[in-house]
């Protein structure tokens, strides 16, 4: 198989709109490729992929970084594993994300994680997270994957003076608790962190990192097949019949029978049993990227070139192109528009321009979207179901390490192997009897967050 690596022509720039009149909305009715920035330098491959064997060990469902992950540890133990994937291996959001590495112990503060699982189980949660971020560093070395990996630290701007002083007292108890270093910056030295005063002053977190995502899912790929595992795109599971000792796994012109089956579909998740369907919640998420903007102006708006996010309940993050002056913008994607219509990501401009309003005449060259798999309670989960399928999924939008880090714990415990424990374990994966509304509530739950978030509510 050839390498899954194409690059494109670095003059490809497929949209042109300047961010003001994106944010005007003028660009309303025109469409967009929405082909994701990454796909530039490490586009999924299109095949053609021969039909896979009949009979395997395993077979994983989903080949973004969960199954990728899932599968080199696999292969490598001398399973015969086949990774199938609906799309092209990589179309779901690992090569679509923002490319941000953290530990994804932001989600909750310290003290509300304490309440809702005790110390013991709040500490233990939190020390896997940072296992979590220091694990995607030594599998990216240890494989020799060249994907702009770099600790560049997180910077994540207070929208309100009461969100400042909270998020300092958070990360004091994560020091206490965890041990993660930190520091406050106040909004008059905030101009060292960014060009914008929009905040009001920040929080950084020095550890966390950023990559890029196409490059790391290639290097994973490649490294999947070399270790020996099948991998097949276009290969859309519409059906798996569990009994006795192994699984039937239905295709639209094939089956395929596997002692272990890995479902790590995440956002993406369809056709693989109501016990999933209950459970994950796909919300769209969407990502701008801007033409090359002139390293003087760069400078002044990024200088120290970390990742960057707010404290608002609806959330943007940015951060500088791998090695380019250009601006990576992310934020949900707008759920009454299309993929494909420009109105998907006009709420993304106002944002940009929010932060930056130097930026007006810069132009917007790629658009896409991509689905984060949510959970009920907010917390990922792996296991197996009550069928005997292995699962891991429900990363909540803090994917990049969780996914690659559950991919392995996963494998492990479809083994036998003691180091295959997570404090993740016992959580518990709940359904909820309003599962059939959660996807179109979405839109309304989004709105009200907004209105909370300008009221201060
Ligand atoms: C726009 C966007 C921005 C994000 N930004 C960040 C970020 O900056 N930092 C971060 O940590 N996380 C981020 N995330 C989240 C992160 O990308 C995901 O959590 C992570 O990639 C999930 O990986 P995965 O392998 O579990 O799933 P995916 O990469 O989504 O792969 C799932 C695959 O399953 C396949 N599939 C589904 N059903 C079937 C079926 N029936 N048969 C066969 N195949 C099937 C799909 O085709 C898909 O390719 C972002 C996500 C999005 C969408």
Redesign the pocket.
Known sequence: MSSFIETASAENEPLGIPLSELAEGWGKYWSTPAIPFWWRAAAPSSGPWPIPARKADVVV????????SAALVLARAGRNVVV????A??????????????S?NQKFRVKTLIQMKGERKAVELLREGIEMLDGIETLIKQEKIDCSFTRCGRFRGAMRREHYDGMARDLDDLKRYAGVESCMISRAEQRQEIGSDLFYGGSLLPRDASLH?GKYHAGLLNAVIKAGAAVHGQ????GITSGGAKHTLCFDNFQIQARDVLV?????????GAFFRKRIIPI????LTTETIPAHTFDELMPKRR?YGNTNRVFF?FRPAPDENRLIW?GR?NHFASDSALAAYVHLARDALRTFPVLKDVKVSYA??????YTFDEFPHLGRTPDGIHY??G?C???????TH??RKIALKMLGKAEGRSAFDELGFPSHFFHAFAKPAVPAVEAWYRVRDVMGL
Do not use: E, K
Not at 61 to 68: E, S, V
């Open positions: 469902i989903g080949a973004g970084f969960t199954g990728l199938v994937d609906a799309g291996p990589g179309f779901g959001a690992s090569t679509r994300n923002g490319g941000q590495v953290g994804g995502p290969a859309a599971v519409r790590a579909t995440n956002g993406y998740t369809r056709d693989v769209r998420s969407a990502q990742v993050y992310g994607a896409w979207s991509g689905l984060i798999g891991a999924m990363y939008g803090t994917g990049i390490s969780r996914s559950f991919g």
